[in-house]
C-alpha cells in the first residue's frame, strides 16, 4: 500500500500562489496512477487532476484548468500541485491519492483507494 503524506497547504489571499506536496512512500511499481482532489465541508470530494506518475500524462478538471498544474519529482517520489490565482472558493482540504493498479489514461477514468491526511488551504478576499 502506497503512504502519501501532503504539504504546503497554509493561507494565502486571493490571487496569490500556493504548491502543493504529496511525498509518496512504498511505490513498487515504475507507473501508477495519483490525483489531486479537495474537499469542503458538507460536499463531495472534487476531483482536480489525474497524472500516470513516473511518466507523462496530466488531466486537469475544467474547475483548475490553467490555474492550477501538476509536476513530479520522480527521483524523490513528490508530486506538487502549483495553485496560481487562487480564488476564496478553491479554500478546501487538499488530498493527493493513489492507485498502483493503473497507469497512463486509465488514471483518469478510475477510482482511487490510496488516500493522504490532507493539507488545509484558506484563501481570503
Known amino acids: 500500500q502506497v503512504q502519501l503524506q501532503e504539504s504546503g497547504g497554509g493561507s494565502v489571499q486571493a490571487g496569490g500562489s500556493l504548491r502543493l506536496s504529496c511525498a509518496a512512500s512504498r511505490i513498487t511499481y515504475r507507473y501508477i496512477c495519483m490525483a489531486w482532489f479537495r474537499q469542503t465541508p458538507g460536499k463531495a470530494r472534487e476531483r482536480l487532476a489525474t497524472v500516470s506518475f513516473g511518466g507523462s500524462g496530466t488531466y486537469y478538471e475544467d474547475s483548475v484548468r490553467g490555474r492550477f498544474s501538476v509536476s513530479q519529482d520522480n527521483d524523490k517520489n513528490i508530486l506538487y500541485l502549483q495553485m496560481n490565482n487562487l480564488k476564496p472558493e478553491d479554500s478546501a482540504m487538499y488530498y493527493c491519492?493513489?492507485?498502483?493498479?493503473?497507469?497512463?489514461?486509465?488514471?483518469?477514468?478510475?477510482?482511487?483507494?490510496?488516500w493522504g491526511q490532507g493539507t488545509q488551504v484558506t484563501v481570503s478576499s
Open positions: 491519492a493513489a492507485n498502483t493498479r493503473y497507469s497512463g489514461d486509465w488514471c483518469r477514468r478510475i477510482d482511487y483507494n490510496d
